[in-house]
């Protein structure tokens, strides 16, 4: 493919995946490899034509001592593309700006991989959020999209796996973007030499001990990569249609409560055939888990066939899949968050807005006469001027859990809430003891009201229930090269 062929497919993709504002405010993800370096190149000419503005974030993980000089590369690279020909705006401002987010904390010994993925996601959609900017574009390409059929395919996934990625896919309250699925590594790579542009890489590609890696390997000796691609792209067009049709059947017959839940009438699922019923599970149990992994496909057919058989008695004791308790209540089925799934965070500072769980959106405010950061347990006094220990434990948000108000009264508004959607809250803590839950107000909206009368300083936990992903998914959107059809 040329480099004009690149551009058009591109621009296809981006026609596709739209819309966008007058003059579009776009992100984009880069590393400094070749693929997000190509990505950032294309994005500069369209952002540029349509008088947008282009912010390149680039995520310092520290697993590597390189990772450092790799993000300032990349801000080398954004400020050579502004020098060029077009690089600022009508108004003299450079149309690329560079922004390095660093990942901070305690790293895992295990799921290293998974873990740093995920932490990537939440800066850049933080970041994305904080500045109000809708559309984060990814360079996951071809190549990627190839490798994710075959290893889904070896582990056995349904038609919905088979069907890669997704080329928009919300997070978070963030559109993210895929407009290279149709392209292969190999044109990009030609765009930038053509462009006169080096790249890095990271060593961390070309390690074996990780499965993607070897999976990369045994598709460079493949020469039905066209054909895979237009399987997955049948398939994505099939799993399209049928999360519409889950989408609507949700809209007309499903609850989301404000409490994070999802209420179901088991009468109207018992009626709706097996493959659809099988996508509104899967997309219930996405949106309320905090959507980070689809439920297993075996499992999740299990559990449809007992329902659409009568064999799930909807009075019976809870099933627990995909990070959620499946629980009958009457003639209903009801989907709540598990609360041991979700984990325990670190506030950053006195005023800190964060998602926490893929599923609420959580802003701590602190008042009194002191505003000092949450976490350190360096208080020396509270509200009223009495002193406390000077290595108090630190604040962490954390589900209720099933014994957080033990020993004190539940809030009026949470008590007659379901003791498993009460549990899944995010509540405020400073070691074992509970400082602020949640509890619900007219418009779904959560707030914060104090567990004990004596707080230091007072804090309140602003929540609302954001899934990272949709139960009323959009569909899942497919880009094709032009003039190819599915």
Request: aromatic letters at 4%; charged letters at 20%; a positive charge.
């Amino acid at each position: 493919m040329s480099r004009v062929s690149v551009q058009e497919t591109f621009a296809a993709a981006m026609e596709v995946l739209g819309p966008y504002e007058p003059e579009p405010q776009i992100a984009v993800a880069v590393s400094g490899g070749s693929d997000s370096l190509a990505l950032l190149l294309l994005l500069r000419d369209w952002v540029s034509a349509r008088g947008g503005h282009l912010t390149a974030l680039s995520v310092d993980h520290g697993l590597r001592p390189e990772s450092v000089e790799e993000c300032r590369q990349v801000g080398a690279i954004v400020a050579k593309l502004n020098r060029m020909p077009g690089g600022d705006t009508a108004s003299g401002v450079s149309l690329i700006e560079h922004r390095t987010l660093v990942w901070q904390g305690d790293k895992p010994a295990t799921g290293l991989m998974a873990a740093a993925r995920e932490a990537r996601y939440r800066l850049l959609c933080d970041w994305c959020r904080a500045h109000d900017i809708l559309h984060l574009a990814l360079a996951h390409h071809a190549d990627d999209l190839a490798e994710t059929v075959l290893m889904r395919a070896h582990h056995g996934s349904g038609p919905a796996g088979l069907a890669g990625m997704a080329a928009i896919r919300p997070l978070a309250g963030i559109r993210l973007l895929r407009p290279l699925l149709a392209v292969r590594k190999q044109d990009l790579i030609a765009c930038l030499k053509a462009a006169g542009l080096d790249w890095t890489e990271d060593p961390s590609n070309r390690a074996a001990r990780f499965e993607r890696v070897r999976w990369r390997a045994h598709l460079s000796g493949r020469t039905d990569i066209a054909a895979m691609l237009q399987d997955a792209a049948q398939a994505g067009r099939h799993r399209d249609r049928l999360e519409r049709c889950a989408g609507r059947w949700l809209g007309e017959h499903a609850r989301i409560d404000p409490l994070g839940y999802l209420r179901l009438p088991a009468g109207a699922l018992s009626a709706v055939e097996p493959e659809l019923l099988t996508q509104i599970l899967r997309q219930g149990l996405v949106a309320i888990g905090g959507g980070g992994y689809p439920p297993d496909p075996a499992a999740l057919q299990s559990l449809a066939a007992r329902l659409q058989d009568g064999r799930l008695d909807v009075t019976g004791p809870a099933r627990t899949l995909a990070g959620c308790l499946v629980v009958g209540r009457g003639d209903e089925l009801r989907i709540y968050r598990e609360a041991t799934g979700a984990i325990a965070v670190l506030p950053s500072g006195a005023e800190h807005a964060m998602i926490w769980d893929g599923r609420f959106a959580i802003r701590l405010h602190s008042s009194g006469p002191r505003t000092e950061v949450p976490g350190r347990g360096d208080e020396s006094k509270d509200g009223k001027g009495r002193p406390l220990p000077l290595m108090a434990p630190p604040l962490m948000i954390a589900p209720i859990g099933k014994h957080g108000f033990d020993g004190m009264p539940v809030p009026p508004r949470l008590k007659s809430a379901p003791q498993q959607a009460r549990a899944s809250l995010p509540a405020l803590w400073r070691g074992e003891k509970l400082i602020v839950s949640g509890s619900v107000r007219t418009g779904g909206t959560v707030s914060a009201c104090p567990a004990e009368e004596v707080q230091s300083p007072f804090y309140t936990l602003e929540v609302s229930f954001l899934p990272s992903q949709p139960a009323t998914s959009c569909g899942f959107t497919v880009v094709l090269p032009p003039g190819h059809t599915m």
